[in-house]
Structures are given as structure tokens and as C-alpha cells.
């Protein structure tokens, strides 16, 4: 028999689970939680709690799903701090900065990278974060791709092979798009769960991208990709069209595009949906036009918030950070804000229903939610109610963290 343990005294509780609370956050007063192992397995009014082997006294705070960043870059070396001043000195951002870092990565230790992604990693999970996404994609050759993806397996929940990130110094896209479609993936399949591609002008153009998601199909791997960040493009369309889990960025839409990303979950449930998932921390950072959210949920799409937790574009791996400037910059509400950085995201990984067995034959665990039968990741607030988050910005409000039932902050 595993270990239970009850948190109770929790004066808000949000689980997602329209069916069980209130709202969108299917929210809990004077609420509880019974985790048993690895999973949760009560929910409930604290009056009605059953007993357990432990008990943790919440004091009257907000517990809420762990965040679930389904957008990272985090396998990388060095930073880009001369580029970011240079932006924030009036320069672009363009995709040409990401082979700075190729290079520091290649020159990089399998220990050095391994190092900071753990420090990643320990951030973010201290700041409430329990699933993590990462990608591939600072290596872009096989053997930096294929060490990239292994390391990134090691730490997070998720690993995503973005080999079609740019093409590398010193090949022509032909010759790279053949590599990246042919005996890099093949080498990289194994180690990973989906493929990703930055398709926007300065990276792939529409057919290239096209390419890397068929071939992607064709070893079983979903897909994501990177799309409509620089200006307008192809990416959302190609992304919907290709059944993609997600489109991630979103800084330029056309409304046939927010009309494409709503439509693509018909009416029928939402597995087979295209999520839309916004990256504040990057709109600020790069001083890009924030994603339209606002317009996305009410058009009806299901949008995902995710730090983009890289060096270039995003670095910083606080979720919290992203929600309230969600909040107060992108038009959501705390409740919306808190549901697509938690359930959305975990839509966006394909790990918001239970017995979903990935495109490596293993068995994901539901999170970003907290009903019976999800892993048990839970994180507890030194406040009131989720509202705090936004409220008040920048506090350090973590103040327990829990992942399968373990606690990890
Ligand atoms: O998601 N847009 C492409 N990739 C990253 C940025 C990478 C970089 O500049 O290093 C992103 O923002």
C-alpha cells in the first residue's frame, strides 16, 4: 500500500475540473487533496477528507496544479547578453542569433549541458513548475542533436527534436533539409516524442517546413511547430493542416488564422486540436506585438502559456512571471492565465488524459489537472487565492511544490 498523504485546510483549491468546482478553474473552497504514491486520489470539501498516513496543514492557501511549460530551449551553453543589450538598445531580434549558441553548445561538455538544465530545471521547479517540455535544436548536427535529445530525457517530462531550428553555418538548406529529414531524425527518433520546426522567414519557408513535418509523420512523432513569431506566415496553417499538438509563438495573426486554430478542435472533444500556445516572457523580451490570447479563447481555440525558457528570446523559466503577464498584458483573466498554463499546456504535451502512450510506446501520466487518477503535482501559494499571481507580479510566491507525490520544493 503506498503512502498517502492529506492536504487539507487548502482555502482555495483550483483542479481544472469544470465538473467538481467553480468556473473554468473548477475551483474548491475549504477544500482537500489525498495523494497516494504518485497520484492523486481524493478530492474534495476538507470537511468530507478521508484519513491519511500524513497530513500537511495548507494554513488557508491556494493550491493549484504544478505549471506545465510545454515550450522550452533549455539544452544549450553560454548566453546571448550582448544581443539582448544590443536589443534593448533598439536592434531586431532575428533567427540568425540562434547559431551563437550553436556554437557554445557544440564546444560543450555532455556534462556542462547536463549541468544547466539541472539548474533550469531546479528554477523553474522551485517557482512551481512541474512538467517540463524541452527541445533539441542548438546542436544541428546528428551527433549534437542525438546528445541534446538523451540529455534533455534525463531531466524533463517531454523532449522535442528541433533539429530544423536554422539551418547551420556552412550548408545550403537543401543539402541541411535532407539531413534533418533523413539520417538525423532517423538517428534522433528514438530518444524523442515529437518533432518541431521554426518555420518563418530566416529559418523555413513553407515547404521546407512542410517537408520536416511529413517526415516527422512518417516515423510516428507528433509534431509542433514554431510559427508566426517574426511576422505573418504559413505557420499556423501548416501546422493545423499537419494535425500538429501545437503552434507555438503567435505574435502575428491573420483572423483565418485564429479561425483555423478554433476550428481545428471541431466538436467533438479535444484530442485532435491544434493548440495555441503564447510565450509572454518572449513577446516582452524580443519587444515583439503580444500574442492575441484574448482573441484566441474567445474565437474558441484551447491556448497553452509557456516560458520559451531559452537564451536567446526568453530567459527565464517562471511560469508565474508568464501568467500574470498574461494577465495583465495579454487580456486574460487569473482564471484563464492559470488554466492555460497548467491544463493548456498539458494538452499541448498530449498528457492531459489518462493511458496516453507516447510515440515511444510509454505510458504518460495525466497532469495539469487535480483529479483522482492525475499524477499528483501539486504546488501550494503563499497566498489567498490564484488572483495573488497577477495581483501581485514578481512575488515569490511558491511556497511548496510537489511532483508525483513527491515533494520537490
Ligand atoms: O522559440 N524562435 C525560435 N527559437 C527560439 C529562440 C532561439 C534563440 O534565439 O536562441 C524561440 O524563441
Known sequence: MARTLLIDHIGELTTN???????????????????????????????EAPAADERFD??????????????????????????????????????????VTVNATRTASDEALASNLNRLVAEGARGGTTTFE???????????EVRSAKIAGEQVDAVTFLGAHVVPTGMS?????????????EAVAPFVSAVDVFCETGAFEAEASARVLEAAAAYGLATRVHGNQLGHGPGVQLAVQHGSLSVDHLGFLADADIAALAGSWGTTGERRGTVATVLPACDLSTRMPFAPARALLD?????????????????????????????????????????????????????????????????????????????????????????HLAYRPGMPLTAAVWKAGERIA
Request: with cysteine; glycine share 14%.
Open 58 to 99: 495548507a494554513e488557508g492557501r491556494a493550491v493549484l496544479p504544478g505549471w506545465v511549460d510545454s515550450h522550452t530551449h533549455m539544452v544549450f551553453a553560454g548566453d546571448r547578453t550582448a544581443e539582448f543589450e544590443a536589443r534593448m538598445a533598439g536592434e531586431a531580434y532575428a533567427a540568425g542569433g540562434i547559431n
Open 17 to 47: 475540473d469544470e465538473t467538481v468546482g467553480e468556473g473554468i478553474g473548477g475551483r474548491i473552497a475549504d477544500a482537500a487533496v489525498v495523494i497516494e504514491g504518485d497520484h492523486i486520489a481524493w478530492v474534495g470539501r476538507a470537511s
Open 173 to 185: 538548406e537543401g543539402d541541411y533539409l535532407d539531413l534533418v529529414t533523413g539520417p538525423m531524425l
Open 299 to 387: 474565437a474558441g481555440a484551447v491556448v497553452a502559456i509557456a516560458s520559451n525558457c531559452n537564451p536567446g528570446t526568453s530567459y527565464t523559466s517562471s511560469m508565474g512571471f508568464c501568467v500574470a503577464t498574461a494577465v495583465l498584458q495579454m487580456g486574460l483573466t487569473v482564471q484563464e492565465a492559470v488554466r492555460a498554463a497548467t491544463l493548456g499546456g498539458a494538452i499541448a504535451l498530449g498528457m492531459h488524459e489518462d493511458g496516453w502512450v507516447d510515440p515511444r510506446g510509454n505510458a504518460q501520466p495525466s497532469v495539469g489537472q487535480v483529479r483522482v487518477g492525475a499524477r499528483a503535482d501539486l504546488q501550494l501559494l503563499d497566498a489567498p487565492s490564484v488572483t
Open 134 to 144: 524541452t527541445k533539441t535544436g542548438y546542436g544541428l548536427t546528428t551527433d549534437d
